[in-house]
């Protein structure tokens, strides 16, 4: 929801600071590997219960995340490049989740592994649909340039780096959050799934 509002702003020095690392030589697909060893080193720190160096570390692997697609705007976007951030995103957006778990399994396993599953809704709602939207070669740069179709929602990037930072300023709290922030998670899909049934059931319409 907030992504789109947030991109006009951050789009600009991102796609400066990315084009003067394309120039040194770094590739986009490295770009995504740092920003997913500072994801997981974010993990770490909060087995540690070093809160405040996992949001320096969560705050650097997502900068990283957005200089990924700078770079790859400025020396071209690549399929590969595209796969290899969503899978980044994905095992870094487990492993924040994870790390609480294991930090205290008793108090946050059953409201972690809600968070999970609903994570895993959310994200076969939105690769299922970038799935049909390609088939139908549906473009949209609402979000940016993407190799993947990009449906919006309720939740979006932004909102869930806001809880992970929520998360560690406040880790006494977990459990509730986990649980609320999931709920919204699993609404986000279910919006989703009216949208792509609204949108491909217009070629049964269409063959009548």
Same mark, same amino acid.
């Given at each position: 929801?907030?992504?789109?509002?947030?991109?006009?702003?951050? /789009?600009?020095?991102?796609?400066?600071?990315?084009?003067?690392?394309?120039?040194?030589?770094?590739?986009?697909?490295?770009?995504?590997?740092?920003?997913?060893?500072?994801?997981?080193?974010?993990?770490?720190?909060?087995?540690?219960?070093?809160?405040?160096?996992?949001?320096?570390?969560?705050?650097?692997?997502?900068?990283? /995340?957005?200089? /990924?697609?700078?770079?790859?705007?400025?020396?071209?976007?690549?399929?590969?490049?595209?796969?290899?951030?969503?899978?980044? /995103?994905?095992?870094?957006?487990?492993?924040?989740?994870?790390?609480?778990?294991?930090?205290?399994?008793?108090?946050?396993?059953?409201?972690?592994?809600?968070?999970?599953?609903?994570?895993?809704?959310?994200?076969?709602?939105?690769?299922?649909?970038?799935?049909?939207?390609?088939?139908?070669?549906?473009?949209?740069?609402?979000?940016?340039?993407?190799?993947?179709?990009?449906?919006?929602?309720?939740?979006?990037?932004?909102?869930?780096?806001?809880?992970?930072?929520?998360?560690?300023?406040?880790?006494?709290?977990?459990?509730?959050?986990?649980?609320?922030?999931?709920?919204?998670?699993?609404?986000?899909?279910?919006?989703?799934?009216?949208?792509?049934?609204?949108?491909?059931?217009?070629?049964?319409?269409?063959?009548?």
């Amino acid at each position: 929801m907030l992504d789109r509002h947030i991109r006009p702003l951050m /789009d600009p020095p991102l796609n400066r600071l990315g084009a003067i690392l394309a120039l040194s030589g770094v590739s986009a697909n490295a770009v995504s590997l740092i920003g997913l060893g500072f994801g997981l080193a974010a993990a770490g720190a909060i087995l540690a219960e070093a809160f405040w160096l996992a949001i320096l570390f969560i705050l650097a692997s997502r900068l990283a /995340d957005g200089l /990924d697609g700078a770079v790859a705007r400025a020396k071209g976007v690549t399929d590969f490049g595209g796969y290899l951030d969503i899978v980044c /995103d994905f095992v870094f957006y487990s492993a924040i989740p994870l790390a609480f778990v294991m930090l205290d399994p008793a108090a946050h396993g059953v409201a972690g592994a809600f968070l999970l599953m609903s994570f895993y809704v959310n994200g076969g709602s939105f690769l299922g649909f970038s799935v049909l939207a390609e088939k139908k070669q549906m473009r949209s740069n609402a979000h940016g340039v993407k190799t993947l179709y990009f449906t919006g929602g309720l939740l979006e990037g932004t909102e869930t780096i806001l809880f992970f930072l929520l998360l560690c300023l406040l880790p006494h709290w977990f459990a509730p959050l986990a649980w609320g922030f999931g709920v919204l998670c699993l609404v986000t899909a279910s919006a989703r799934v009216m949208l792509a049934a609204k949108v491909f059931d217009n070629d049964k319409a269409a063959r009548k």
